[in-house]
């Protein structure tokens, strides 16, 4: 369990306070790694040595000559349409995902936002239904609610894990509500026992936005397996890519073949046409590079969670880059970024902004990922003043709604957040996460310079 390491660091924190703690590490030398001398380490943006110079991060995507091959099969077999073959790349691919992760079935579809449409259109949810979930993701999650014409109702986050804060989320329901769509953020499984506890009390489903998470275990348990239906994102920055593609998992027969149904335009493997349904099917190309790394993603993902947990050995004791939290009960997760919040009063106050400039300037490139969370973007006043959003939930209900849009952590995150694209970094050496943690280190031991920047 990685949640130990998180466990000790938040009570010694806790008990010295982070103010002891920063005095502490400004008078010694701190006692989470090898600090930089300030003779050694005059910072790169000033003119110095930066911790890592000319040498590359692994490249991402990777494209080996496995998918090639498998590219190369499918174009000569002349199947490139998933309903002209029973036993062709994209039914081929289903199976062997739905092993890979544990479950019993699959349904390729054409990408992660489709995944998330196709199971509210499975589970009967749309117009005049709410679904709460996070504001912190990718637009995708809440696009696939907004096109049921269903309320997507944002709930604050957990700040120290970016994830849905489940005591939040229960607040949120109304008696309109109809399901949970948790967001496995970072790759990083949410609180999935406490979600699966509220949505039990109050007969909701579970939708689990687990776009970034594939193949990251909760108590046991793959993400994406957990709720009623699970969707994953191949989009082509994600640990396991096609350029663009997605997948449903679950374990019920009639519901992944209602899934099934629906992402082929409502019409069932017998050909018959029986519901509403648009066409979403993963093409055999996408599933042939996807067959194509079957071979490689255990592996990749291993070292991925072996790297990120040394880094976050590294990284424990210090307060002024806090890494994300993690639950009791995550197992491993997919490091699909490896995510921090820089928290700048242990930095001299320099803003997070100049912080990432002086990184850069070592060698190490951070982004400050999601600028806003969604709760702040123009796609709330559009459907508030729109007719059809108008008759389905009514004038009060809209202008509660609107007013309710105030996620104070959701904020705090998105201006603290300093994370690493992981896909192929964190498929780099043990010298490579030096790189990282002494980059960092040599900041904070020269944290003194930066206010003449
Ligand atoms: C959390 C999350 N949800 C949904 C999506 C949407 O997936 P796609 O881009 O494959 O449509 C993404 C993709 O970035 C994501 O990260």
Redesign the pocket.
Known sequence: MMDKNELSRRNFIGKVGYGTLAALAATSVPSYGTVFSKDAGKLAILGGKPVRANKAWPKWPQPDEKIVAKVLETTRSGIWCRIQSKTGTVPTFEEEYAKLLNTKYCVATG????A?STCMEALGIGPGDEVITSPY??M??VSAILTSRALPVLADLDPEAYQLDPDDVERRITPNTKAIMP?H?MGQPCNMGRIMEIARKHNLKVIE?S??AQQAIYRGKNVGAIGDLGCF???SSKIMPCG???AIIGNDFDLMEQCFTVQNHGTNRKGKHVTIGPKYRMNEFEAAVLLGQMDSIVDRFHKRNENARYLNKRLKDFPGLRSQKLYEGTESGSYYLYAMSYKKEHFNGISREQFLKVMAAEGIGLSPYIPNGLHREAWIDHIVNLKSYKQLFGEKRLKEYREAMDLPNCDLVCSEMAMIWASGPLLAEKEDMDHIVNAIEKVYANRDQLKAI
């Open positions: 990408s992660g936002t489709q998330l993701t990718d995708g999650t967001v953020m936005d776009c970034q994102s191949f989009q663009e593609g997605g």
